[in-house]
């Protein structure tokens, strides 16, 4: 049974800081490449950063504020968020991918408001 958990998510002010955590279970992280995406009400679903197998790491349109990491120990993957702004509300999710093998976690909720 492969397990993608997300966690971290809250109330953060504007301009504060939030690290999600993506842990799994039933896969090996370091064999598969792992994106965050979000989701805003309303809107579709986007990447925003990935981490390779090979750890290279991509960032879309929260580059420079954002910046994603694996721990192979703990299977897990990061995602740190600074500078936080109202906009990057959203639930907030994790995906391993590999061939044919694609896998979601359920979601942390992220809330910037003041």
């Known amino acids: 049974q492969v397990q993608l958990v997300e966690s971290g998510g809250g109330l953060v002010q504007p301009g504060g800081s939030l690290r999600l955590s993506c842990a799994a279970s039933?896969?090996?992280?370091?064999?598969?490449?792992t994106g965050w995406y979000r989701q805003a009400p309303g809107a579709q679903r986007e990447l925003i950063a990935t981490?390779?197998?090979?750890?290279?790491t991509f960032y879309y349109s929260v580059k420079g504020r954002f910046t994603v990491s694996r721990d192979n120990a703990k299977n897990t993957v990061y995602l740190q968020m600074n500078s936080l702004r109202p906009e990057d509300t959203a639930v907030y999710y994790c995906n391993a991918k590999r061939y044919t093998f694609d896998y979601w976690g359920q979601g942390t909720q992220v809330t910037v408001s003041s």
């Open positions: 039933g896969i090996t992280l370091s064999t598969y490449a």
């Open positions: 981490i390779t197998s090979s750890g290279d």
